[in-house]
């Protein structure tokens, strides 16, 4: 099993509470140095909880550069995907709506969306 890890210049757990949040909540763990709220997120987790999947991360002291890469969730229906997609573009972009995949696969179809914190995110079904 692979696991997206991505990380944050200090908006890693506001960041998770949002993928939580868009995805219809998830269990959330975040651990910090010395357990100090005041001190950045070392590693955080999300597991989904109406869907299968779970994202890591962890806050850097460096700017983020996220480059040729996309997050991609299957989801169950076109319903879910347009769902999810209008969540993540708050405060982002939603890149292409639904659209139906090329024949022979045009029951199937996904949308692009690039949220807030950079991350591309590719809803397919």
Known sequence: MMTPYLTFNGACEEAFRFYAEAFGGGETLFARMNDDPSNPI???????????????????????????????????????????AERLAQGGTLVQGFAPHPPPHENDGGAEVLDRYGYTWYLST
């Open 42 to 84: 070392m590693h955080a987790s999300v597991r989904f909880s109406n869907y299968e999947g779970t994202l890591m991360g962890a806050d850097v002291d460096h700017s983020v550069i996220i480059s040729g890469m996309a997050i991609c969730a299957v989801l169950p229906s076109k319903k879910a995907i347009e769902e999810i």
